[in-house]
């Protein structure tokens, strides 16, 4: 039993951090609103270079073979700048089912390659626009289509940084792959929105803290004021009871059970209340500029509200959670039963 | 990253599962706070509990315990929740004073204190709050006036837990003169002892769950002090840090009060209103959240790292938890709710969900409030000014 983040996952997530601290940030949002884009080739391009997109791909598929928790890890960053590339849903969900179904795919040789999955539960696809395929799930199977062989009807999102898209496709232009995981597929979608969540409620107490140490009122910075702090405080207490569960969940993913989906379930329930409780404390610290579009919180309030009821409402997934808790035993000694069941 | 336990920490579980099987009580003991006798019987069950060696599990061996990390104490109290064993009533000695006297006690002293502490022998109550010093601790009044080998104590302790039936006290003590942080200390006082008068307080269960302690020109050899003269806040401090971070409210107790929840709801959901369901299933949700912070903390703390402000995230989590938790359980009883639970089942073993309810509304007061455990993250966790 060892609860801790290995050093190689610690900095690889630091350089995660580093490479979307330098380049998603208050000026790059503010530019990319401006020409009316939610994509920067550029960055993509550091991205992929660092190999943030080859994470998740087995070695064999010339990946770097790392699992859910490693690229968790990389969500939360992601979430932390408001990414506005598909990194998740890519390079998190889609490239890995391709290349269970496909491995010899030729879009998995391209690195910069972008598709977009497509579930059953989300009525939108995001990032459609910018990606070479869509993997569209049909009764149980995943179909494979080329971009140019679907049609993308723009559905306009409150997120600046986000784009989604219906689309309509023929299967007489599109591949079938076979029967495919997709159970696996949501809670890996799930798991890294949970992710992005707790990288998203962070940023928000983040920008707050600093704002309430810089505004004054009555003479002294607000966030010496009581009722400042404590709206903060209990927005770090929400994320502190996310993390862990996330981290969790990241870890037992793979058994693919009662126990491993209820807690995919339950850390995307609580990390994205964690990202809406942030980013409403936040908004209602920066006072009046916390309602402008000048103050970057709004970014993190809309992302949240997208992330939450994608791939999955809430009630979607706390059925998950009451089916393992009204169907198995709980108690203390079950907090990782499976494991314990598999020993 | 692995989360899953070692052959040696299954056979740890096993050991304290079938040890506990053999010896826990058929019936619950009276409470420990309602009388002398229900006091005693948990004095009884402690000298039990030492007979197997399961007075403090993570102590050394010399001092009555048996060396087990944490992980191992997480899987003893799981076993021992899920037991339903008695409450312990030492919990001031063995979860608060006991870890502060392990690091800032003289090998004299933890020879002295720690083995009858985890017998049961000698059970603590704490001694901090007075009258006019609660959240604001640092303006305590009583004193510790040196006199050679010795210091004088006199003042006014009050909401001291276990204070009507325990044998000591732990308490922070000022030098006479002496301003806020400065000058205090942290001394230890027999309550049987000339100069000490204990008032129990009822608590609004009725039990005299707490006590006010009044002390004139009581004399206590120095031997007593824990840690340097006038360094008391720091190792107060310290303690609250335990308190707060890890041993004070194990996760387990609230995994099993959540897996009762759901039996409940189970048992009456036919004629109970449908929305509590995602109350019962938040409930759950909140108690495993709390066991996976737990065991995140006690790896954190096995590889070297400390407890830090966080810890205040803990007691805000639990406690708020816990009043959820109960408020649902009383919302599916419905207008049964305040009726008192018929004295044979509770002694079967039934939960006394109104009792246990409010005993929760306690969490966000005691242990330091919930609004000082917000200034403490605010300040110390997000470094907003104070």
């Keep these: 039993m060892d609860f801790t983040l290995s050093d190689e996952q610690i900095m690889f997530a630091e350089t995660a951090r580093t490479l979307l601290g330098d380049t998603c940030n208050s000026e790059h949002w503010r530019k990319l609103m401006e020409q009316d884009s939610a994509f920067d080739p550029a960055r993509w391009a550091a991205l992929v270079e660092n190999g943030f997109t080859l994470l998740m791909l087995p070695e064999s598929a010339g990946g770097l073979g790392l699992a859910e928790l490693d690229m968790a890890l990389i969500a939360q960053e992601a979430g932390y700048v408001a990414l506005p590339e598909p990194l998740a849903e890519s390079a998190g969900v889609a490239m890995p089912m391709l290349a269970a179904l496909a491995p010899e795919h030729p879009l998995l040789a391209d690195p910069a390659a972008i598709v977009a999955p497509a579930p059953a539960i989300n009525p939108v696809v995001a990032a459609a626009d910018q990606a070479r395929a869509i993997l569209i799930e049909r009764d149980g199977h995943a179909w494979l289509a080329p971009r140019e062989a679907v049609t993308l009807v723009a559905a306009p999102t409150i997120d600046p940084l986000r784009r989604v898209f219906r689309i309509e496709w023929n299967p007489a232009t599109a591949e079938d792959l076979g029967p495919a995981d997709w159970g696996l597929a949501y809670d890996r979608a799930a798991l890294f929105a949970a992710a992005q969540g707790l990288g998203m409620a962070q940023r928000s107490v983040d920008l707050a803290v600093a704002y309430a140490k810089d505004r004054t009122q009555f003479g002294k910075p607000i966030g010496s004021y009581q009722a400042v702090k404590h709206h903060l405080a209990s927005a770090q207490v929400a994320i502190e009871f996310a993390r862990p569960v996330v981290l969790a969940a990241a870890a037992g993913i793979g058994a693919q059970d009662v126990y491993s989906r209820a807690r995919v379930s339950h850390a995307k329930i609580v990390a994205l209340e964690a990202a809406d409780l942030a980013a409403r404390s936040a908004i209602q610290v920066h006072g009046g500029m916390g309602y402008s579009w000048e103050v970057d919180v709004h970014l993190f309030l809309k992302r949240t509200l997208a992330l939450t009821h994608a791939w999955g409402t809430p009630a979607h997934h706390r059925g998950r959670v009451a089916e393992r808790l009204f169907t198995r035993t709980a108690g203390p000694d079950q907090t990782f039963a499976r494991e314990a069941r598999h020993a | ?386």
């Design chain 2, 1 to 386: 990253m692995d989360l899953t336990y070692t052959p040696e920490q299954q056979a740890f579980r096993a050991e304290v599962r079938a040890w506990l099987e053999a010896h826990v009580p058929a019936q619950p003991l009276e409470h420990f706070d309602a009388n002398r006798a229900g006091f005693e019987a948990h004095r009884q069950w402690e000298a039990t509990l030492k007979s197997g060696d399961w007075g403090m599990v993570t102590w050394p061996r010399e001092y009555g315990g048996r060396g087990v990390d944490l992980i191992q104490w997480l899987i003893f109290e799981e076993e021992y929740y899920r037991a339903g064993a008695p409450g312990r009533v030492n919990q001031n000695g063995i979860f608060l004073l006991g870890p502060t006297l392990m690091e800032f006690g003289t090998p004299e002293q933890k020879q002295r204190f720690l083995p009858p502490m985890a017998a049961g022998e000698e059970i603590w109550a704490q001694a901090w709050s007075e009258p006019q010093a609660g959240s604001d601790l640092a303006g305590i009044r009583a004193t510790a006036q040196r006199d050679g080998d010795d210091y004088v104590l006199n003042g006014h302790k009050i909401w001291s837990s276990r204070g009507a039936f325990a044998d000591w006290a732990f308490g922070l003590f000022r030098e006479p003169g002496s301003e806020r942080h400065k000058g205090t200390s942290l001394i230890f006082f027999r309550l049987d002892q000339p100069g000490v008068t204990r008032n129990p307080i009822r608590k609004i269960n009725g039990h005299p769950g707490f006590a006010e302690i009044v002390l004139e020109d009581v004399r206590v050899p120095a031997f007593n002090r824990l840690g340097e003269e006038g360094q008391g806040w720091h190792i107060c401090m310290a303690t609250a840090g335990f308190e707060r971070g890890l041993m004070l409210r194990s996760p387990a107790r609230y995994q099993v009060a959540a897996a009762r929840l759901a039996d409940l709801w189970q048992a009456r959901k036919a004629g109970a209103d449908p929305v509590l369901e995602a109350d019962v299933v938040r409930a759950f949700m909140n108690a495993e959240a709390y066991a996976l912070s737990i065991y995140q903390t006690a790896s954190r703390l096995i590889a070297g790292a400390r407890i830090g402000p966080e810890a205040s995230t803990n007691k805000i989590f639990w406690s708020e938890l816990d009043i959820h938790l109960h408020r649902t359980a009383l919302a599916i009883l419905g207008a049964e709710a305040e009726l008192l639970p018929d004295p044979a089942r509770i002694a079967a073993g039934d939960p006394d969900w109104l009792d246990d309810y409010i005993f929760s509304l306690a969490g966000p007061v005691y242990a330091g409030s919930n609004e000082i455990q917000r200034n403490i993250i605010a300040e110390r966790m997000l470094g907003l000014p104070r």
